[in-house]
């Protein structure tokens, strides 16, 4: 299992700010596999919303808020090299 922390670095390493994708351990050919959709908010024809407060109307609105499906998938020897060569728990 990989700590907060370690999961938080590999995050970082990827820029990505998103705590809240899954980084996984599986057995894959590729060393890193990053999948998946960024979320946030998007207009009707799919168009990214920098700023959605300066969308909110009362009634109607052409936004709406899709989820981020990221996923992080590394193998078990990219990881070793990983921990290695960053150093990921020093600060």
């Given at each position: 299992?990989?700590?907060?922390?370690?999961?938080?670095?590999?995050?970082?390493?990827?820029?990505?700010?998103?705590?809240?994708?899954?980084?996984?351990?599986?057995?894959?050919?590729?060393?890193?596999?990053?999948?998946?959709?960024?979320?946030?908010?998007?207009?009707?024809?799919?168009?990214?919303?920098?700023?959605?407060?300066?969308?909110?109307?009362?009634?109607?609105?052409?936004?709406?808020?899709?989820?981020?499906s990221r996923q992080?998938?590394?193998?078990?020897?990219?990881?070793?090299?990983?921990?290695?060569?960053?150093?990921?728990?020093?600060?």
């Amino acid at each position: 299992m990989l700590d907060s922390k370690l999961r938080r670095k590999i995050r970082e390493a990827f820029d990505i700010r998103n705590p809240q994708v899954p980084v996984v351990v599986a057995a894959s050919t590729k060393p890193v596999e990053i999948s998946g959709e960024i979320g946030g908010y998007f207009t009707l024809a799919g168009e990214p919303i920098q700023y959605p407060s300066g969308y909110a109307k009362r009634g109607w609105s052409n936004m709406t808020y899709h989820t981020d499906s990221r996923q992080i998938a590394i193998t078990p020897e990219w990881l070793r090299l990983f921990i290695r060569s960053a150093r990921p728990y020093s600060s």
